[in-house]
């Protein structure tokens, strides 16, 4: 059974630093590209960003750049997001996606992660 187990959110002040995790179980993701969603109350789910099979191409929405990086350790079989100088608008739950079958629509999804930024 493939799982993803999202890690690593959590309650920070804004202008506060989180670091999440997700690691991938049942099968390798190191040949497919990986990517982290999110979605806050009332809104649609997110783009946040995305990284290929190498991690040599990243993509950020725009809301995010300069601020998160994603990363991944294939030997782990996980994918990583650095998030720095969070504001409250970043608060969400966090979802880690893999195999993208459309720009939104991963194969595999995890269960999210609560990050909530306070002002």
């Known amino acids: 059974q493939v799982r993803l187990r999202e890690s690593g959110g959590g309650l920070v002040q804004a202008g506060g630093s989180l670091s999440l995790s997700c690691t991938a179980s049942?099968?390798?993701?190191?040949?497919?590209?990986m990517g982290w969603f999110r979605q806050a109350p009332g809104k649609d789910r997110e783009f946040v960003a995305s990284i290929n099979w190498s991690g040599l191409n990243t993509n950020y929405a725009d809301s995010v750049k300069g601020r998160f990086t994603i990363s991944r350790d294939n030997a782990e079989n996980s994918v990583y997001l650095q998030m720095n100088s969070l504001t409250p608008e970043d608060t969400a739950v966090y979802y880690c996606?893999?195999?993208?079958?459309?720009?939104?629509?991963?194969?595999?999804w995890g269960q999210g992660t609560q990050v909530t930024v306070s002002s």
């Open positions: 996606g893999a195999e993208p079958l459309t720009t939104m629509t991963y194969r595999y």
């Open positions: 049942g099968r390798s993701f190191s040949r497919s590209a």
